[in-house]
Structures are given as C-alpha cells and as structure tokens.
C-alpha cells in the first residue's frame, strides 16, 4: 500500500501538528476532537482507517474500541503524558513529542522514511 492510500484518524488536539506532518506525507487524515466514543469513531470512519493516532491519553479507551472495530489498525500514541497500563498491549507504538518530530513520525507511519 502506498502512502497515498493510507487512511488516518488522528484523535485529540494534536499540538505538535502530526496530522498536518501526515498529509504531507499524502496521507488522507481525519481530525476528531472532544470527547470521544464508538459513534464518533465510526462516524470518521475507523472501519477504513490503517492507522489510529491518539494525543490524549487521557481518551486511551478509545484504543480498544478502535481495536475492536477493525483488526487492521495501527495504533499509535504520539503525547508526552503516559499511557495508561489497560491499553500498554494493544497500542502499537507510543511515541513522546520531545524525542520524535511529527515529521519523523509521519514519515514512518506513512512509510516514506529511509
């Protein structure tokens, strides 16, 4: 698959900008934000998405209902606070804005990095 076939949803304020760093990458990204549950979720379209990014940890149930909702799903965590213990085994990466830029993360998650 390439980059621009890749879908995203990228769920909290997302400060550092990971979406925008995505779409360059010409990843197709949709930003959801407030609280957050299944209906939002679906409404986004989760079921079509390759790649979930969460910046809130704080909304870390969200990562098994997404889970749940397709098996094809990367997860990433890319915030500075840490994941809760409950969703540690079904994230698939968790990244800390102050050791990777977004477009570092980008780049890897839309598989254009060297």
Do not use: C, H, K, N
């Not at 540690?88 to 990095?113: M, W, Y």
């Amino acid at each position: 698959m390439t980059s621009a076939q890749r879908f995203a949803i990228v769920a909290g304020d997302d400060e550092e900008g990971l979406a925008d760093a995505l779409e360059a990458e010409g990843v197709t990204v949709e930003r959801l934000e407030g609280m957050l549950s299944r209906p939002a979720l679906e409404e986004a379209g989760i079921v079509d998405a390759d790649i979930y990014v969460l910046t809130d940890v704080s909304q870390a149930t969200t990562i098994p209902i997404a889970r749940d909702l397709t098996d094809e799903l990367r997860t990433v965590a890319y915030a500075r606070d840490t994941i809760p213990e409950f969703v540690r085994g079904q994230i698939d990466l968790a990244i800390d804005p102050q050791i990777a830029s977004p477009t570092i993360v980008a780049e890897e998650l839309a598989g254009t990095g060297e």
